[in-house]
């Protein structure tokens, strides 16, 4: 069964940094491009960033690019999210999900991740 | 940058067929799929490429996308169904982009 949980999320404050992890199970983590999703409160779904399956080859939203940072550690199964100079309107739920052709086709459960002061 | 645009709401009756749209410049071109979302649950995928239902999506979801837009369809609609659905777009230069989502509710 694929399985895909997030952890890292959590309160901080504006300018501060958070790092999120997935961990990945039941499926060849090394043969799969990742993504990051987030959902703020009450919002739609917007699409983050994304990792190719060997980890050298990322692309990212305008509006994270330059503060955030996708990679994986193929060994671990776990795929990161390293997030600088967080800002109130990064808030959001983040889901890290598995691309299957040309969509996402297994998604985790989601961390949340609130920037205020 | 690219935006796809969807009715913020649909309103269908048990058993009848609701109909949601997503629209994008020739959308027709790129890849479409859709994303049911129940309230507190994650995302999951009913449609891929255009009109491909993955293993376990019931045959009443179906998906067909050409010109300027991009159609979900649910056939028989059931009180389960009621959920937000999200289109996104993929092409190589679009990357990925999601609409803004449109609830359905089952009345």
């Known amino acids: 069964e694929v399985q895909l949980v997030e952890s890292g999320g959590g309160l901080v404050q504006p300018g501060g940094s958070l790092r999120l992890s997935c961990a990945a199970s039941g499926f060849t983590f090394s043969s799969y491009w990742m993504h990051w999703v987030r959902q703020a409160p009450g919002k739609g779904l917007v699409w983050v960033s994304r990792?190719?399956?060997?980890?050298?080859?990322?692309d990212y939203t305008d509006s994270v690019k330059g503060r955030f940072t996708i990679s994986r550690d193929n060994a671990k199964n776990t795929l990161y999210l390293q997030m600088n100079s967080l800002r109130a309107e990064d808030t959001a739920v983040y889901y890290c999900a598995r691309r299957e052709s040309t969509a996402l086709d297994y998604w985790g459960q989601g961390t949340l991740v609130t920037v205020s002061s | 940058s690219y935006e796809l645009t969807q009715p913020p709401s649909v309103s269908v009756s048990p058993g009848q067929t609701a109909s949601i749209t997503c629209s994008g410049d020739k959308l027709g071109d790129k890849y479409t799929c859709w994303y049911q979302q129940k309230p507190g649950q994650s995302p999951v995928l009913v449609i891929y490429q255009d009109s491909k239902r993955p293993s376990g999506i019931p045959e009443r979801f179906s998906g067909s996308n050409s010109g300027n837009t991009a159609t979900l369809t649910i056939s028989g609609t059931q009180a389960m169904d009621e959920a937000d659905y999200y289109c996104?777009?993929?092409?190589?230069?679009?990357?990925?982009?999601f609409g803004g989502g449109t609830k359905v509710t089952v009345l």
């Open positions: 996104q777009a993929w092409d190589s230069s679009t990357l990925y982009v």
């Open positions: 990792i190719n399956s060997d980890g050298n080859s990322a």
